[in-house]
């Protein structure tokens, strides 16, 4: 199976997330920079973490008038899979492949805060429990199991209106951001595109908190 990383400025999570794709699909994984218009086909397409552009204006929201994006976008109509990670999971919502959009992370928050500067005063970086959804995932329910898989964002709050209507993908066993209804990740109506705060490239190694990560791709591409 054949997998791209799609790569903007400010990009911090790409060695990551490329280790991680090399490793389980035994191939290295094209780079895609962001201002490609012709990019290679590929099964999979990732949007990595990392601070895209800064996150100047609000997170993802450069990346998503980005170049690339569009090609991205005619990849996920035609039915290959997209998976964006914390930043890139800003980035879908920003480019409405998914819906919804990501917030500043609540001041009420549990857990270690970094106290600095604007928005990243809310900065949460830590390990948490994730519970799978049988949305489009049959092979989950066969084998109940929370994924430990860690976190690292300011702008994790995830909100919908109707959150109701939302196809969801993970929800945290304990809040750590105010996403309403506990969201961490979630499906657009077809299934082909993921997007998920936690990161699952940090979870796989022997020294990680867990090898969960890779029960994610499991999920995805079955």
Known sequence: MRSAIVVFPGSNCVAEMERF?????????AMIWHKDTKIPEADLYVLPGGF????????????????????????AKKGNKVLGVCNG??????????????????????????????????F???????????????SVLLEPHDYLIPIAHAEGNYYHSRPKSVNVAFTYKDNPNGSVNDIAGIFNKKGNVLGMMPHPERA?????????GYK????FIQ
């Open 216 to 219: 994610v791709l499991d999920m």
């Open 52 to 75: 895209s552009y800064g996150d100047y204006l609000r997170a993802g929201a450069l990346a998503s008038i980005s170049p690339v994006m569009k090609e991205i976008k005619k990849k």
């Open 21 to 29: 794709l090399r490793l389980y699909f035994k191939q290295t994984p």
């Open 89 to 122: 999971f800003q980035i879908l919502c920003e480019t409405k492949l998914l819906p919804g959009t990501l917030r500043i992370n609540d001041n009420k928050t549990k857990g270690p805060i970094i106290p600095i500067a604007t928005i990243y005063r809310n």
């Open 204 to 212: 796989f190694e022997d020294y990680h908190c867990s090898q969960d």
């Open 124 to 138: 949460i970086c830590k390990s948490v429990l994730l519970e799978p959804h049988d949305y489009l995932m049959p």
